[in-house]
């Protein structure tokens, strides 16, 4: 029995983008997914002492979607630069404390969070996934 198929998740703000790549990765992994489109919630760990609930953030950082790749066109013709140069150049003048130098995936998103759910162990948890960006929490 694959590790998610008793799992009920709840993924809020899950109608497009990062949301819906996790929705997505968490249907692969055979658990059963309530998606959410955004709206304010809150969750806290000490709410499921006891229980086989856990609860979990999962941090993205630079994260290229449809949106990013359309701020970045717009970007070039404000500034007549090309598309792919200001991409290029994203990380050496924006984000210089960055390990991997690059966008995080939609898809490197949802695997850290199907991740944090296949271990039961985990319980407020806030797991960063921008590649050493932000050094501590």
Not at 80 to 108: C, M, W
Not at 114 to 134: H, K
Request: glycine residues 8%; hydrophobic residues 40%.
């Amino acid at each position: 029995m694959p590790a998610l198929e008793q799992k009920i998740t709840l993924i809020t703000g899950s109608t497009k983008g990062i949301g819906a790549a996790i929705a997505s990765a968490f249907v692969d992994n055979h658990a059963h997914v309530v998606v959410h489109g955004r709206d304010r919630e809150e969750a806290q760990a000490e709410l499921t002492k006891g229980s086989q609930v856990t609860v979990n953030s999962v941090l993205p950082g630079p994260t290229w979607t449809s949106g990013v790749e359309a701020y970045f066109d717009g970007l070039a013709v404000e500034e007549g630069k090309p598309a792919q140069e200001l991409i290029d150049n994203y990380f050496a003048e924006h984000e210089p404390t960055s390990l991997i130098q690059r966008f995080v995936t939609v898809e490197e998103v949802a695997q850290a969070t199907v991740f944090l759910a296949m271990n039961s162990a985990v319980n407020g948890s806030a797991q960063r996934v921008e590649g050493g960006i932000v050094r501590s929490i």
